[in-house]
């Protein structure tokens, strides 16, 4: 379980993250929306520590990660999650085989001689065959955003977090790549916390939505609570979203 | 509006501690995680070689060509004075070995080599290919600065050997063909009047500029920010701040050096 509580975080004065407290059970998928710049990126860094809340405490499995000391002890606590970045964040310098390897070797204690056959699994797993010798550059969009999600789900973690999962994809990729999370979900029975400003990528994959909006979650309720609200916060986000 | 130049004394002075302290931390991180973690023997070897292949053959020109060159400009400067070309391998021999050598190899690796690594941690940065090595259980300093400091380690003593080999080379070639010098005379020159002292003198010097190079440019990787201008940006800052880093020290370093009695 992960629960936040009166997590804060400012930049150069600005305040993105004015006291969020929520509670996300095991086997959730949690829906974070909020318009460009809102602070969704920065919520789920907080949760890993790519970045430092300025206040506030994050549990994870009922310890708190902001009481964590040391780089070497962070890495070791870091192997609980997932981390599908939005641009796939591959390493350019590896293959596609080396990028999805790359977690196992230090996240997992797989024996090296296993990593090829493990990678292999998890790029079929995303619909991705005969690719492993390719460089990154020569993929398009949608197979980085494959790749990438096969590195982040190949040491298996309890906790996934997905940062734009579908931006930059076109209708058929996005639904592809809905599908694909559903499935893995069914299949891995993962925590996610899915990042987005697509109000139909959030709605198709949550199990609960919450709409950050000035630093708080303003809205917090299940896609069905949030689609017949009447919150004038939902109706804002809803009219200025251009998906819905 | 008037800025109190208190006020700006005082601003550049927070802004240099915090950089002091930033550095401060990554050299303490990378200590760390070298005694804390496996070392990634196959990217040091990757390195290393990436980091020699980029700038051998730069570095065998500059050394040959500053070692001709001063073999020219002090048999003709001595033949002028007194009529005839002196003590030109041991000019040559001194000044490559215990100057020039080490310091354009530097200067050299800095421009090539340094400056390929900020650009390609400055790029990962932005990319958040950083970010994404910590949450696949990893840190930088272990998958990227130790092996690159181990790289610049090792190679650019081998470089500074290379260079001081070809400047002497370089040398003697003009002093035969140019000035006419008998080569036992031209290496007499250089066997009598040094030994390994003055050698040791350039090559330990390596490993200062070593650390530098690497510490400047990892630096400038890790703090990239702004996408590809920022990386264009704090490439040039890391050639010029190690360039500059490495003329200023080379100095305190060859006056520590004189005061052991390492001359």
């Known amino acids: 379980m992960i629960k936040t509580e009166s997590l804060r975080k400012s930049f150069s004065g600005k305040t993105v993250l004015d006291g969020i407290d929520v509670e996300i059970s095991d086997g959730e998928i949690f829906g974070v929306m909020g318009l460009s710049g809102s602070g969704k990126s920065t919520f789920i860094k907080c949760l890993v520590r790519l970045v430092n809340p300025d206040g506030g405490r994050i549990i994870v499995d009922g310890r708190d990660i902001l009481k964590v000391e040391g780089g070497v002890e962070m890495a070791r606590f870091r192997r609980k999650f997932g981390y599908l970045f939005q641009e796939g964040a591959l390493f350019d310098s590896l293959n596609v085989l080396e990028n999805v390897c790359f977690g196992l070797r230090y996240l997992t204690d797989i024996s090296p001689g296993e990593y090829a056959r493990v990678a292999r699994e998890k790029l079929e797993l995303v619909g991705l065959k005969g690719v492993e010798n390719m460089r990154i550059s020569e993929l398009s969009g949608g197979m980085k955003k494959r790749v990438a999600l096969a590195r982040a789900i190949a040491a298996e973690p309890k906790y996934m977090l997905y940062d734009e999962p579908t931006t930059g994809l076109d209708p058929s990729l996005t639904k592809k790549i809905c599908r694909l999370i559903k499935e893995m979900q069914d299949r891995l029975g993962i925590t996610s916390i899915i990042v987005t400003h697509k109000v139909e990528v959030a709605f198709s994959l949550s199990d609960r939505i919450a709409i950050l909006m000035n630093g708080k979650f303003k809205v917090l309720g299940t896609p069905e609570e949030i689609r017949n609200s009447t919150s004038p916060i939902v109706k804002e986000f809803t009219d200025r979203s251009e998906c819905f | ?263």
């Open chain 2, 1 to 263: 509006m008037k800025t109190n130049p208190f006020e700006k004394i005082g601003e550049t002075f927070i802004y240099a501690s915090n950089r002091a302290g930033q550095l401060a931390f990554m050299i303490k991180s990378t200590v760390i995680w070298f005694f804390k973690a496996p070392v990634e023997y196959g990217e040091i070897v990757k390195q290393s070689v990436r980091l020699g292949v980029n700038s051998v053959g730069v570095v065998m020109l500059t050394g040959l060509f500053t070692g001709m060159v001063l073999a020219l400009q002090t048999g003709y400067t001595s033949i002028s004075l007194f009529n005839e070309p002196l003590y030109i391998g041991t000019v040559v021999g001194f000044s490559i070995v215990k100057e020039l050598g080490p310091v354009l190899t530097a200067m050299v690796v800095a421009g090539r080599a340094g400056a390929a690594v900020t650009a390609e941690i400055g790029t990962m940065k932005v990319t958040e290919q950083i970010d994404a090595l910590y949450t696949l259980g990893t840190n930088p300093s272990r998958y990227l600065l130790i092996p690159r400091y181990f790289a610049f380690f090792i190679t650019l003593p081998i470089l500074t050997i290379i260079a001081d080999f070809l400047g002497v080379l370089g040398g003697f070639a003009v002093a035969m063909i140019k000035l006419r010098i008998p080569s036992t005379v031209y290496w007499d020159n250089i066997f009598i009047y040094m030994d390994i002292s003055n050698f040791m003198h350039g090559f330990l010097k390596t490993f200062f500029f070593a650390f530098i190079i690497a510490t400047v440019s990892c630096y400038k990787g890790l703090k990239t920010e702004g996408g590809a201008e920022g990386v264009g940006k704090a490439t040039t800052e890391s050639v010029v701040g190690s360039m500059l880093l490495v003329l200023v020290f080379d100095y305190f370093i060859s006056a520590f050096f004189i005061v052991i009695g390492l001359i």
